[in-house]
């Protein structure tokens, strides 16, 4: 974040900043920055703009308490224009809406794709501490294994009606499931594309 270099002169001091929630995707809402809204958010970890018909910098949820925490900050090809992916904290909107254009941002999937990278890094970068490492350390055999073990285990808990045990089991599975697709070096994309071909039959 510290590199951001904007065209300011190209875009009369003021650059449109798009708001993205880290973990759902979904473009939250959109503002204007200039350097000294930029310089405020990078200091403060949360999203200020420059508001047009203030006349000053605002931080978002200054008022309501609805801030948008900062993750990573981005600049386009152009350097015109910032992406800023932000975890927010409540509704977005004024209105009492998630986003500013009246979507749900209740997904969570693309955390997903969080959790493959980190463990991509532990099979490529071992630690003696890290769990995930010890099963790339055991071999293929072991890691297929513990996918079996957790798919009794969800069965099992199916059968209950005890919600959280459940949804414990089912997130063992899918990372244990993740890891097993690592360890083959394949992709979930590669997944998703099997899925992707039986739908359009």
Known sequence: MENINID???????????????FSKEVLMMGYMNQEAIDESIKSGKVTFFSRTKGRLWTKGETSGNFLKIKN??????????LITVNPIGPVCHTGNDTC???????KTYFIDQLRK?????????????YTTSLFNAGINKVA????????EIVIEAK????????????????????????????LDEV???????HKK
């Open 8 to 22: 300011f002169e190209k875009v009369n001091g003021l650059v449109p900043a798009i708001i993205q929630d880290e």
């Open 73 to 82: 900050i981005e600049v386009d090809c152009d350097q015109d224009t910032l």
């Open 101 to 107: 254009f009246a979507h749900s941002n209740k997904g």
């Open 118 to 130: 980190v463990i991509k890094e532990r099979k490529e970068n071992p630690s003696d501490k890290s």
């Open 145 to 152: 294994q513990k996918v079996g073990e957790e798919a009794v």
């Open 160 to 187: 209950d009606d005890d919600k959280e045990l459940f949804m414990g089991e089912a997130a063992d599975l899918l990372y244990h499931y993740l890891v097993l697709l690592e360890a083959k070096n394949y992709e």
């Open 192 to 198: 998703m594309e099997v899925l992707i071909k039986r």
